[in-house]
């Protein structure tokens, strides 16, 4: 089965600062995908990147990008540049390659102080 | 371009009523997912589809019942409403191919009582 650890309950930062969200995970499948979604206070769910597992290069999508350590099942999201804005819930999941369905964590909230 | 969106966005139920929460997609996805979150938790499967017609039980589906008659909508039912119910439930939709990124409605926050 699979299964996506998230260690840090709640993480603070300073503004314009950087800051790594930890995941881990586990899978036997050799085929997956690793997804970051952030939930604000408001409640949706905001997709924020995507790793392939056959990616060759770490994903980067403006301020964020996802260390990627696959021999270490890891999948670490860094925010560059923290901004108040980014205070927020930060979910790590993977995709199963069966259902395409997603396996959550069980979350960090990240609060950027001014 | 709505994206996902679900009906209603909030109910209250008693003990042993009935509802349907209601999903719409706009996107011509082929995939639909229910999932529920409750308190300092991610979020759990419950049911999905990866076709009209056809539905799967996901971790959690003891409760619940989903139809996906026409496309772009997947319907979530609860026979008989429990407590352990209580919980925000969202839905959400991919395509069928790589990277499959879910796209999340804004989910509906259900209190039974």
């Known amino acids: 089965a699979q299964k996506i650890t998230q260690t840090q309950p709640g993480m603070f930062v300073q503004e314009k600062e950087a800051v790594t969200l930890d995941c881990t995970y586990d899978?036997?499948?050799?085929?997956?995908?690793l997804f970051w979604y952030k939930q604000p206070s408001s409640g949706e769910m905001i997709f924020l990147i995507y790793q392939g597992s056959y990616d060759q290069q770490n994903a980067t999508e403006g301020r964020y990008s996802l260390n990627f350590q696959k021999a270490r099942k890891s999948a670490n999201l860094v925010i560059s540049a923290s901004q108040l804005g980014d205070s927020a819930m930060y979910f790590c999941a993977m995709r199963d390659a069966g259902r395409r369905a997603l396996t959550f964590g069980s979350g960090t909230r990240l609060q950027v102080q001014p | 371009n709505a994206g996902v969106t679900q009906t209603p966005k909030f109910r209250v139920l008693k003990t042993g009523q009935s509802m349907t929460l209601l999903c719409a997609q706009d996107m011509n996805h082929e995939y639909m997912y229910w999932y529920r979150q409750d308190p300092g938790m991610g979020l759990r499967l419950i049911h999905y589809s990866v076709g009209e017609g056809t539905t799967a039980k996901g971790e959690v589906p003891d409760g619940y019942n989903v139809s996906r008659l026409k496309k772009q909508n997947f319907l979530l039912g609860l026979e008989s409403a429990a407590p352990s119910q209580t919980s925000v439930y969202f839905c959400a939709s991919s395509y069928s191919r790589a990277p499959y990124e879910q796209y999340f409605g804004p989910g509906t926050r259900l209190t039974v009582t």
């Open positions: 899978t036997s499948d050799p085929s997956y995908g």
